[in-house]
């Protein structure tokens, strides 16, 4: 079992005695009373937080920080043992204590003695603010030969995810009483701060770490990365995690305000599988991405299934799949990027044919587009279309819509790129200024001109949308703009305007989205429940 616990860091006892009521109600699984927080503090006044704890009824981990290892305020060792000694008399479930103290002979002594009269359990913690710890698993392994019963608790930073990996494979191989590998009776705590060590802390429940933790608020987070009660429970689904949760997630930097986690876990929340979905940060390049896949494809029992790509990893996605000999889908394959890949089991015959690599970024903007005119991909022949914008998205919808055989003009502010571009797909192109003589009956902005924080911003003038909306008559033009962010930018606003029809990038995005949710479980999503999710968090 573990325990998702909430960090009590309050400077006094009407603030600690207040948060414990918020933790309780707000469903915290275990309060951990981080001592070391309590301004002026004495034997006294931890009494009392412990025994307020105790009137929750939810298990209880008391620390007294050292300053050297995350401490707010350095108390004496004497002080910091005796509030430790208490809590044990009182039999608190836990008393955390840091490795490097245990180790002198007399502060041993002294938590032994205490133990030996109590129930309390003893957590022996390591941490490291400033980067990796060295050797986990001799670490591990000295802490259990110091004090057999104790808990390891090994607590780093890691600058990238990759440095994740060792303390998922440390809570693989000495897995909790009846977990995992279920030959072992060892629980543990495991977990990696930072942006990076994020799913660290997700994932330690489908590991069979013993705590993970997770603050109040965004403001009483005790440790980076950490994030909100609140968001482990409706964002990532903490009540359902289980050991054979399959994993999917957003590969990318930055992935931090990605909505993906949300449309995704809210989806298989709705349809009640078993499924996790994570924002994976994966900084630098084809390197370090093919590095992040390696050590995906050699752990099978992290259980991941599928992925969405991102910036800027989506040319790295598709070339990966194909150095492993995997399927690329044709389109895909054409446009150079892919934005999912898979893993299937299913179709396991060698290690490099379990991947597959899809884009479902043409997808989602053609489904955006028929749905928005009201017309099948059919109706998209001849249709004359301009293109701003010769980036990734332009590359898919372009070559999403030569497919379908629109007549495309591409219209870039690098006229080089627009012409390799236009060669490629066989479409005309232009520069920026030529969208004066605009005459198209769909209008697609694929700049990021326009997204947040540049929102007054637009590719085309009011004007221009205007004379082309007149030349076409009562038909009268579509807008549509793949930014989401703001929904209606500003190009959208204006073309509402003056009387056109108006697609937006949402719709892009929750229709790419209902596409990769297919590909993840071969189920139709539900695009209206996506839109109703992301318009509610809006
Ligand atoms: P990209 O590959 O970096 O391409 C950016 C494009 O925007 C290039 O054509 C670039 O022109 C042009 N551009 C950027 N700033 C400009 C400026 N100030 N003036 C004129 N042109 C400018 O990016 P991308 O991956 O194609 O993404 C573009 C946008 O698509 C994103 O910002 C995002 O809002 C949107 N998007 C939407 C979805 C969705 O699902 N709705 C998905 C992905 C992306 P140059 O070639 O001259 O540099």
Known sequence: MTNLTVPISACDFPQAAGQLKEAKAAGAEAVELRTDYIEALNVEQAEKIVSEAQKT???????????????????????RLDVLKNAIAANVDFVDFEYENFRVKKNQDAILSALSKSKTRLILSKHNFAGKLDNLDKLYKDIKKAFPSAIPKLVYTVNHTNDCFEAFDLLHTYPPPGGPGRNSKEDSIVLCMGEAGLISRIIAKKLGGLITYASLNEKSATAAGQITLEQMKKLYRWDKIDADTELYGIIGSPVAHSLSPLIHNSSFEKMGLNKLYLPLLVDGGSKEFNQFMENILKRDWLNFKGFSITIPHKENALKFVKDKGGFVEPLADKIGAANTILIDESRVTSDERRLSAYNTDYAGALDAITTGMGITRTGLKGMPVAVIGAGGVARAIVAGLRDCEAKIAIYNRTVKRAEALAKEFDCDFAGLEELKDLNAKLVINCTSIGMHPKINETPIAKGILQKAQRHKGTEGIVVFDTVYNPV?????KQAKEIGAKTISGLDMFIFQAAEQFKLFTGKDANPDLMRKIISDFL
Do not use: N
């Open 488 to 492: 209606e930018t500003l190009l959208l």
């Open 57 to 79: 009824h939810l298990p209880i981990i008391v620390t007294c920080r050292d300053k050297k290892e995350g401490g707010a305020i350095d108390y004496p060792i004497q002080l």
